[in-house]
């Protein structure tokens, strides 16, 4: 289990840099393959997808099964309880209350001689949205739709399209499909990992191509999204999951070790990391950890992802916890501290900030609002999480008038002329009368 390091050691200084280095390999056979899928779903479309899913998903699964039809999602609604729609209906009333702040207006100025300038904001056309499928459909990722599927309504998206693996017997687990369509989504495709990201951006006989794939995956489906990035828009290429927490005296060790945990359980290759004041918090943390990874479902996977890229970082001020935070850009970060808002002013870079005691980062994944697509592997420090804008366009709108023109002509043609750009100017001359 992880021992503590104080940051002004050789070894503190050496994890640190490791931290702020993080990246995860990705093998030239796992390029080749996923190359390979894509081309075989450009060029063979809905007989690639029942291929791929026979192989992978559904060993009976046909090119009727690959829509789901509306007496599934009807249906669905009988399988799930009551307690869970409250608390679905509750996660997508806070999540879309949050996302409405988000949208953008369109603009307009102008100017004395008669230019009007601005900017008009115009969603996508259409939108594609990937969910996993959670353990061939016993674990279903109902709150990624939701993350997904609300700020792309929110945008204005007119066609959102969802795409998620079906289990072995060709079906959607209902909790997901009772997810899906309370967000309004009525088109929805049983296809998963890499296949399903090249359909969508690409189209078969049977699917549209959409203009933004977004959505969390494994390996395959986030080296899909790189591969076609370019031919339609992605929300972002994330790593495994991460949180930092900067914790004083005050944090109650047992909350702090629940914390580190609850990433740690995602992936072996996840990252959970405690930045302390105290040491002897740092100490009881590490008996905390011993003590509820024997309680965990996923316990091999968190205590491999803790004896990889685990760290109980011993600091000498909570300014130093900040600066290391802020090096390190992490996708979570939690201030478990007396005075959390005292220190949020330092915050430079994190995908989500976690204030007080009494604000784990599952309140954020859940239920919060603010959405929990968030940038990791440190590309917090120039991105942001999903939202609303990552569904628009910003187009600049530009009108001059006959005075105006006149007033800038000759500027553009010298600027012009100094490029070499000799038709730019042209385009000016004829036009000076």
């Known amino acids: 289990m992880l021992r503590p390091v104080h940051y002004n050691t050789a070894e503190g200084k050496k994890r640190v840099d490791s931290l702020i280095k993080r990246h995860f390999e990705i093998s030239s056979q796992h390029e080749a393959r996923v190359k390979e899928i894509l081309e075989q779903i450009?060029?063979?479309?809905?007989?690639?997808?029942?291929?791929?899913?026979?192989?992978?998903?559904?060993?009976?699964?046909?090119?009727?099964?690959?829509?789901?039809?509306?007496?599934?999602?009807?249906?669905?609604?009988?399988?799930?309880?009551?307690?869970?729609?409250?608390?679905?209906?509750?996660?997508?009333?806070?999540?879309?209350?949050?996302?409405?702040?988000?949208?953008?207006?369109?603009?307009?100025?102008?100017?004395?001689?008669?230019?009007?300038?601005?900017?008009?904001?115009?969603?996508?056309?259409a939108a594609g949205l990937?969910?996993?499928?959670?353990?061939?459909?016993?674990t279903p990722l109902v709150s990624s739709v939701l993350m997904n599927a609300i700020p792309a309504g929110i945008a204005g998206v007119k066609r959102i399209v969802l795409a998620t693996p079906p289990d072995r017997h060709g079906a959607v687990n209902p909790h997901l499909l009772v997810a899906i369509s309370e967000v309004g989504i009525k088109e929805i495709y049983k296809m998963g990992s890499a296949w399903a990201i090249g359909a969508l951006a690409f189209g078969t006989e049977t699917v549209a191509p959409v203009d933004i794939v977004v959505g969390p995956g494994n390996i395959y489906v986030a080296l899909a999204k790189k591969m076609v990035s370019g031919i339609v828009g992605i929300d972002m290429l994330a790593g495994p999951s991460e949180v930092v927490i900067i914790a004083d005296e005050s944090a109650p060790p047992?909350?702090?070790?629940?914390?580190?945990?609850?990433?740690?359980?995602?992936?072996?290759?996840?990252?959970?990391?405690?930045?302390?004041?105290?040491?002897?918090?740092?100490?009881?943390?590490?008996?905390?950890?011993?003590?509820?990874?024997?309680?965990?479902?996923?316990?091999?996977?968190?205590?491999?992802?803790?004896?990889?890229?685990?760290?109980?970082?011993?600091?000498?001020d909570l300014e130093t916890a900040a600066e290391i935070a802020n090096r390190t850009g992490p996708e979570h970060l939690e201030l478990m501290i007396s005075d959390p808002w005292g220190l949020l002013p330092k915050i430079r870079h994190a995908g989500a900030i976690f204030l007080?005691?009494?604000?784990?980062?599952?309140?954020?994944?859940?239920?919060?609002?603010?959405?929990?697509?968030?940038?990791?592997?440190?590309?917090?420090?120039?991105?942001?999480?999903?939202?609303?804008g990552t569904f628009l366009k910003h187009s600049s709108v530009i009108s001059y008038s006959r005075e105006a023109f006149q007033k800038d002509a000759d500027d553009v043609i010298r600027l012009a002329e100094i490029e070499g750009l000799t038709a730019h100017a042209m385009s000016i001359r004829v036009r000076q009368g």
């Open 130 to 138: 990937y969910c996993p499928g959670g353990k061939g459909g016993k």
């Open 356 to 388: 007080g005691n009494a604000t784990p980062e599952p309140i954020g994944d859940y239920i919060a609002g603010p959405n929990h697509v968030l940038p990791t592997m440190g590309t917090a420090r120039f991105s942001s999480a999903l939202g609303v």
């Open 254 to 316: 047992e909350f702090v070790a629940a914390d580190l945990l609850s990433q740690a359980e995602h992936d072996p290759m996840a990252t959970a990391v405690l930045i302390t004041t105290s040491a002897r918090l740092a100490e009881e943390v590490t008996t905390e950890l011993e003590h509820q990874l024997e309680k965990l479902e996923r316990q091999e996977t968190a205590a491999e992802s803790l004896e990889t890229n685990g760290l109980l970082l011993k600091v000498d």
């Open 42 to 125: 450009r060029n063979k479309g809905d007989q690639a997808i029942v291929q791929y899913t026979r192989q992978y998903d559904a060993p009976y699964f046909e090119i009727k099964d690959l829509a789901v039809s509306q007496q599934e999602l009807k249906d669905a609604y009988s399988k799930v309880d009551n307690d869970f729609l409250s608390s679905l209906r509750k996660a997508i009333s806070n999540i879309e209350e949050f996302h409405m702040l988000q949208k953008p207006k369109s603009w307009m100025t102008t100017r004395e001689d008669g230019t009007i300038l601005g900017q008009m904001v115009r969603p996508v056309d």
